[in-house]
């Protein structure tokens, strides 16, 4: 099982900079890949970056390669997604989701089929 819960969204000018975190609370043995998803206004909800449980493989949107980076930190259990040259195509709800695996320890999947614990969501508003 795994509790998930986001903060730092908030209103930002285009051109700026937010830090998400995912505080992830977990009561399995398994490890677990955790991505980055968003909705914004009147679209399905994409994907938008993964990190493995290894932290070593990561995967990115193509909207947001070169602009955002994810990382975690095992020790403290908290996803971070970093978000830099933000533009108003970036506004939507961010969660941040997640599933245990057994063997598989440097894999992410694009799929959000493969997520199946999410968290509330936080709001990331770009406009100027």
């Known amino acids: 099982q795994l509790q998930l819960v986001e903060s730092g969204g908030g209103l930002v000018q285009p051109g700026g900079s937010l830090r998400l975190s995912c505080a992830v609370a977990?009561?399995?043995?398994?490890?677990?890949?955790i991505g980055w998803l968003r909705q914004a206004p009147g679209k399905e909800r994409e994907f938008v970056s993964c990190?493995?449980?290894?932290?070593?493989?990561?995967n990115y949107a193509d909207s947001v390669k070169g602009r955002f980076t994810i990382s975690r930190d095992n020790a403290k259990n908290v996803v971070y997604l970093q978000m830099n040259s933000l533009k108003a195509g970036d506004t939507a709800v961010y969660y941040c989701a997640s599933e245990p695996v057994i063997r598989h320890s440097n894999y992410c999947p694009r799929d959000l089929l493969e997520y199946n614990h999410w968290g509330q969501g936080t709001q990331v508003t770009v406009s100027s």
């Open positions: 977990q009561y399995t043995s398994d490890n677990y890949y």
């Open positions: 990190v493995s449980s290894s932290g070593v493989v990561t």
